[in-house]
């Protein structure tokens, strides 16, 4: 069975500082997704990266994958308030079907 | 272009009671997905749909629960009876034919609470 597993869960920083979410998940992968949600409102993909080395870049935010490792980073840098959301991961499988695992989500607050 | 539309945003019921929620896809996606989130822990598959069709329900917890999607376009969901235990986030998302889970659009759930 696919496990997903992120860490930290929750996680309080000092605007201006950097800090990295992971992501390890249990065996093989096609996928790997980022997904951010803010209360109340639907998840909103980040990234979506396919391959052994894929680092992908949107503001302060970047997402590397190692498929060798099974590990996902999603580093936050210089980080603002308004980046105060959950972040999930999440992977899929072509042998599991149209579906995606998620992990459960890492609670940000960014505090001024 | 509306996005993914989920009706009610909330809903409160006692145990037992018959809960449905609906999800309206964005127009033209074939796949439809739903998930739902418990107790704050990570978010789990549900179902999915191709067009009107079931393609695979096998996260559905038991048979308390029923989804449907007459006609291809809106799906609901209903939990009957509702026990404790189905209290949560019930997310539903969409995606063109072909894009499967590479592309998907989330509505804004509805938060489900069994008293």
């Known amino acids: 069975e696919l496990k997903v597993e992120q860490n930290p869960l929750f996680l309080s920083m000092q605007e201006g500082k950097n800090y990295t979410i992971y992501c390890n998940y249990s065996t093989t992968s096609d996928r790997l997704y980022w997904y951010r949600q803010d209360p109340g409102k639907s998840l909103e993909s980040l990234f979506v990266?396919?391959?052994?080395?894929a680092v992908k870049q949107e503001g302060r935010l970047m997402a590397s994958l190692d498929t060798k490792a099974r590990l996902s980073t999603l580093h936050i840098t210089a980080a603002v308030h308004d980046l105060s959301a959950t972040y999930f991961c999440?992977?899929?499988?072509?042998?599991?079907?149209?579906?995606?695992?998620f992990g459960e989500g890492t609670q940000l607050t960014v505090n001024p | 272009e509306a996005g993914v539309t989920q009706f009610p945003s909330h809903s409160v019921i006692e145990k037992g009671q018959t809960v449905t929620l609906r999800c309206d896809p964005i127009?033209?996606?074939?796949?439809l997905y739903w998930y739902r989130r418990v107790m704050g822990k990570e978010i789990k598959f549900l179902l999915h749909?191709?067009?009107?069709?079931?393609?695979?329900e096998s996260g559905m917890p038991n048979n308390r629960f029923l989804a449907e999607r007459t006609g291809g376009t809106y799906s609901t969901l209903k939990v009957q009876p509702a026990e404790l235990e189905d209290s949560g986030v019930y997310f539903c998302?969409?995606?063109?034919?072909?894009?499967?889970?590479?592309?998907?659009?989330f509505g804004s759930g509805t938060q489900l609470s069994v008293l």
């Open positions: 998302a969409s995606s063109q034919m072909g894009q499967g889970v590479e592309k998907l659009f």
């Open positions: 127009s033209g996606h074939d796949n």
């Open positions: 999440a992977v899929d499988r072509e042998t599991s079907g149209s579906r995606l695992t």
């Open positions: 990266l396919l391959s052994n080395g």
């Open positions: 749909f191709v067009k009107e069709s079931k393609q695979d």
